[in-house]
């Protein structure tokens, strides 16, 4: 053990001998920047050596002028303790600080993107710099040692540097250059997040020099002309592969349509966009890059890949600046896939706080996700497409017009999306009216809805109608000159459907790490749904087992968030890397008693809320 | 510090508290792999920990599974010693044994090419094992976790694994799945050295299974239409973007043409060839790759880049398997090129063994390189292309019917290559014939070629004749109904400048390290020319200062061998690129004295030799 002194803080502490002093200063709390992961290739570790160091290294030596190491400048991720020493920290030289990220989830991250942009004012190059103009380019700019441009940059550089000198503006990423733009470009570097549903595609524009969001946008998938949930895309697949390629060009469109739908809002071109950030369920993945789906389709359901990818943005098809990247968060396995990843991150769940945490990101399928101390835990359920609307008799998406709140108190209370006559009914709206119905016993505990002679309140009982093929209805809402907004009891049985798979997926999970409810620290929701939740007609359903309604958190599109996290921190992005591959998956349907916690889990018995 | 133990070996040594065991195990001699090198990535550094393990870290919980932490497997890069240790190490996890590079120069390296092939029995996915089938393949191949697939395949996979169960080879390179193909193709492995010169172009093709070379060929550069040195083709490339572009093709055809001659001759398929590894001046560099290269034809004369590229050989416009990746070893400056750094790993230059050499790499460019302790320095002389047979009246390539050997005993004895009638003179030739000349003191010391009535012994007198434009000659061969072959004064002037340039650059270097040519340990004579060089004419001539004949040896085209090393050797990949950014160049042109000691050493005083 030696004494490492920091200065001029003067902050010291006995640290093993052998550690590289990177690794050291780490243990007094002080995080230097390695772009290269401490490989003694970058350069940019450096930091001041005042009192105890060694010969250089032959990487110092390749990396340093022999002035800056007379300085006493070293890489710290090269130089081990091996006796006391004194060491300065440039300010250059210091992990960024911490920032909140404003908007969306209230996680603290460091704005610290995979793309950046840094400011050179070139000089002409002088008879004793007999370097290569991109050395040049990189001296200038104090730009990492290890930095690579491709072919065709490379092709493109002498015309550019051709007005040297000058000022000019390098785009990096990580250990690329990936451009030279003329002038001070600083000020203009944006990123978009993009959430591939099923449904809904969104964006989410970010301005990646403050972490904020400038734009949003959502359309419509167009793939829903080819079916309306994945096994309908798969099976289109199984066609050929012009239908592969159908439904690839319609997602790339779809992303496409709603990236220019946010760039034009913000005001920002294509060319500002230099990186994107991709969450989708692992079909719309692998439909977007036009690899089949198959394996998805049939036993064991499993994906080609589970992995990060990046690649070239315009080699998947999306056109942002010429030279921006596409990063597509990982899979943890064939039906949990980046979407939940990006809810992981959104919650926190890939750290360990201490806390134990579930997350349920309700969609048409539902993934859950559970921190329990070092554990991770995920599993997915089909919930059925009842929560955004489909299937559902007078159903519609949480959109203006929508029925997002319900309360029976002797009449029927109705909260519509953006006020006006109610259109139809949101997945909160149905939990809401569940729920309800269930407190004044119109609906039983088997989902059964009563006939009128069994109810004795007479103004539930005008309203329990006979519908076609003498279907049982209750009718929230009479309108003029059209049938009456009406609950059906094949919705019911909808909601029964959805709730009790997500019941049992939420138990499941709880009994396999032997927990229960109250054991829960915290209980975050996610998805287009859980945004506009009741919690209380959530308990009361028994769609969340009984817990204290403090403890659950709306986190709103998780995923979404999770890109955008991903976009604007590096750190991120290897955490969600490393979640998913360190959690553990549980099979939920292959488990014997499945169709019995099932059927159960579909009756309404929930808590006294 | 901790007392580490090797097992079963029982080797043990004291080691630092705090170094991973990875490194700990090197300072006991045992290397174990890391492809990620030591990033906790890829999972390959495994061994087994029999005592003093602490508990798994994340990184292990993500790459190694719950049956081989229980068996004591941990990741080597990710623990650290913290107290005494007993560890064994798998066969599987050490790196490849030494082994003797056939052919060429006797360098031993290991043989461990960027691209390998991994022969997979792939069993059908089962029920409980739900994870990717790109996750499946690797497990069932043992290959690193972090390895990644572009795109192309990703999209390839779903038809190739469509026969599984069955046998499949995997391809490949660093972190990267190249390809999979059907079947056992392990046996058929290559790559291809280029050298790509600016009169020939040399390919070396090598099976990358052995590290042996299985075929070779030469061609002339293609280029040559255009202008038989470097700067005329810079000067081509002035006039426009088209001009640039014929060069380029020019280029691609060459190396391709020489390419397919080698593979013919081989019968390898193109299909078999997975690595492309390119040598050249970086004028040549630049041509090829297409990017104006007019930096290099003025002050400062620079180059656009000097690091070591790696791209796919398809997008450079070379032809070999589709996934074929080609590198091009880095430079060291505008007129030190990847050509100089293949000859520094060629002779070991790259290393401190504790010997003082030099290596002169002479062609019409003639570039120096002296390893001096931890010193690598560099500096280059534009030599003219006498020694290639250029600018010579009977000058020609060291081919068939040149003159390789010149002897002048009371008569003239040459020796041609292939034997029959001469044709011309080549590099050595002219060599031989100047040192013969001056010391039978027919050429004066200012390289005069005397007139026939200062001659005395009339043998000689006879063949001094005139030529046009009163041009005094000397006859080396009469021919019949064809002019003699005869050695011009201008051709002696020529041999002049070379040789005196050549000079002035060893001289400068020694000097600037404060050497004389006695402390010297060894000269290595690289190039075609170096070749078939005679020593003692060399040191006569005073092309090389006076020095022990036996410390001069030849080393061929070092340029082409440094490129088969960095075909089968990643650690001489390395070692390349960090000798190009450790080389100290010197620049001899700028030095005030130049042409003080250029004259001078223009002069004929050579050894007593």
Redesign the interface.
Known sequence: ?SVLTLVPEGQSAE?????TLR?ALARLGTEVLAPC?G?GTCGKCRVLVHEGAAAPL??E???LTPEQLAQGLRLSCRVR??GPMQVEVPASSRRPAMRILPGGVNRPVPIDPAVTKELIHLEA????????????LRFSGELR?DL????DL??R???LLDGEPGTFTAVLREDRLLDVERGDTTGRCFGVALDLGTTTVVASLVDLTSGREVGHAAVVNRQTTYGHDVIARINHTIEGEAQLEELRVAAVQSLQEVIDQALEKAEVKRDEVYEATLVGNSTMMHLF????P??LGH?????????A?E?PAH??GIALNPVAWLYMLP?I??FVGADTVGAILATSLDEDEGRIRLMADIGTNCELALRHG?RLLVTSTPAGPAFEGARIACGMYAAPGAIEEVHLDGTVKLKVIGGGEPRGLCGSGLLDAGAELVRHGIVDETGRLLDPEEVQNPAWRERLIEQEEEERALVLAWREGEPPLALTQRDIRELQLAKGSIRTAIDFLLEKTGLTPDDLDEFCLAGGFGNYLDEHSALRLGLLPAMDPKKIHFVGNGALVGARLALISRDLRQRGA?SA??AE?L?LA?TPDFQMRFAESMLFTGGAQ
Do not use: C, T
């Not at 036993?299 to 992995?307: E, I, R, S």
């Open positions: 053990m640290v093993p001998d052998g550690l690794e992961g490989e032959p990487e030596n390749a990396l303790v091996a190059q002088k008879l004793d710099q007999p370097w290569a103009r991109l050395e040049h040692a690579r441009a491709d072919l490379l092709r550089l002498p015309a890059l036009g690899i089949s198959l394996s036993l064991p359901y499993v994906a080609m890949f589970n992995d990818l690649m080699q998947a899979e396995a064939g070092k490393l591959r360190q998956h099979q292959g």
